[in-house]
Structures are given as structure tokens and as C-alpha cells.
């Protein structure tokens, strides 16, 4: 099958207002240029300096949308905000904070969604839910990140029903704390290639999609 053959598939399946983020990590800058071609502008890296690359190589093509999804170091954080419009991967409050203040002062007003762990995973990084309450106060104070959504990665070895009920308790967290508070938790970044259409079942606006788009990483 063929990038277009696949992506043909998926659209096939997902209604026309949820957003495909088309995950590229490790993969070629052609593959990159073949979706593009198809028609998906968004595109989602979780490595700083192999998205960069990626980047350079693309500079002509303006109207990419640059999604970050990996974990991400104080360090390299400035290189995130100042080259992705959308990072879905804010983990803790201390980045949160910290994104707060580069924003202010590099003007740059990055789209993001908060990491959260609906079911404990020591291998996932993210909020718990009652970390997250306890931490709104502060999140509702920043002003210079817009707070959009929640983003969450489900552990392995679920079954159909526990994804299912997961990606709902995800959702209903997100309207309850626009409910209860300052933020409009509108945007939901959940789902991948083996579970996204459980992930658009239960609310997603935002899948992350790689190995069903792009095939196995080399």
C-alpha cells in the first residue's frame, strides 16, 4: 500500500473536522513530501533536532502545521516554541511554567494541549487526574501559552473496553474543567494507529498517526 493508499483508508473512516497529525518521526523527508501532497499539513515530531532537519529541508512549504508530541528537556524547550505551532506533550506544571515565561518573552504564543494519565503508567510521563486538579489554580494564571486541550497516551495491553472507557474519562475530564474553570479544554489529542478510531469513537479531535500512514519505522 501506498502513503496515499493508506491515508485514502483512514479519511475513509475518521469524520472531515477531526485533525490527522500525520507522526513523522524517523521517517524521510520524501514521506514527508508524499502526504503533503495528499494533502495533510499536519505533521507531528518528537525529537528536536531530526524535526529541524526535517524543517530545513521544508522551508518552501509555509502552510505546515508542526505538531511536538515527545517529552520535552528545559533545554529545548525554546527550539520547541519557537519551531512548532501546537505541543501536545506539556507534562508537568514546572513546564508549563516554563514555556509561560519564554513565551513572554519571545512573544511567541504557542497552541497546547496538558499530558494526562487517566490510568496509572510509570513508563508514560503526564498528570495524574488529581495532580491535575491541584495544579489548575497556577495553569489558569498563565498568559502567554494557550492551554487548548488535554493530550493522552494510553498504556499497552488495554483492552477494546479499558480504551474505550479511557478515552471517555479523558474527555469528560476536559469538559469538566472547562466547566470549573478559566480553560477551554476544546481540542482532545488521543488516539494512534491502533486505537484511534476507539480514540474518534469517544470524542478525539486529534489523532496521532505514523505506522498505519507511513508503515513500520526503519
Given at each position: 500500500m501506498t502513503i496515499a493508499e493508506n491515508l485514502?483508508?483512514?479519511?475513509?473512516?475518521?469524520?472531515?473536522?477531526?485533525?490527522l497529525v500525520a507522526v513523522t518521526k524517523k521517517k524521510s523527508v520524501?514521506?514527508?513530501?508524499?502526504?503533503?501532497?495528499y494533502g495533510i499539513r499536519d505533521f507531528a515530531e518528537s525529537r528536536v533536532q531530526e524535526a529541524l532537519e526535517k524543517q530545513e529541508q521544508l522551508q518552501d512549504y509555509q502552510d505546515i502545521c508542526w505538531h511536538f508530541i515527545g517529552h520535552i528537556q528545559t533545554n529545548k524547550a525554546k527550539k520547541v516554541l519557537e519551531n512548532f505551532h501546537w505541543i501536545h506533550s506539556v507534562d508537568s506544571l514546572k513546564l508549563a511554567e516554563y514555556l509561560d515565561k519564554l513565551?513572554?518573552?519571545t512573544f511567541i504564543s504557542p497552541h497546547v494541549c496538558l499530558q494526562v494519565k487517566i490510568l496509572p503508567d510509570p513508563?508514560?510521563?503526564?498528570w495524574t487526574v488529581e495532580e491535575l486538579w491541584q495544579d489548575l489554580p497556577e495553569l489558569e494564571s498563565f498568559k502567554h501559552i494557550k492551554i487548548d486541550g488535554l493530550m493522552t497516551i494510553l498504556p499497552l495491553g488495554l483492552s477494546q473496553v479499558e480504551c474505550l472507557d479511557t478515552f471517555e474519562k479523558t474527555k469528560k475530564l476536559a469538559t469538566k474543567i472547562t466547566e470549573k474553570s478559566s480553560l477551554q479544554l476544546k481540542e482532545l489529542s488521543m488516539g494512534m494507529s491502533n486505537d484511534y478510531l476507539l480514540a474518534v469513537e469517544k470524542g478525539a479531535t486529534m489523532i496521532r498517526l505514523g505506522t498505519i500512514i507511513f508503515g513500520e519505522r526503519d
Open positions: 485514502d483508508k483512514i479519511m475513509g473512516q475518521i469524520p472531515s473536522d477531526i485533525r520524501a514521506a514527508i513530501k508524499e502526504a503533503y501532497n513565551a513572554a518573552k513508563n508514560k510521563y503526564g
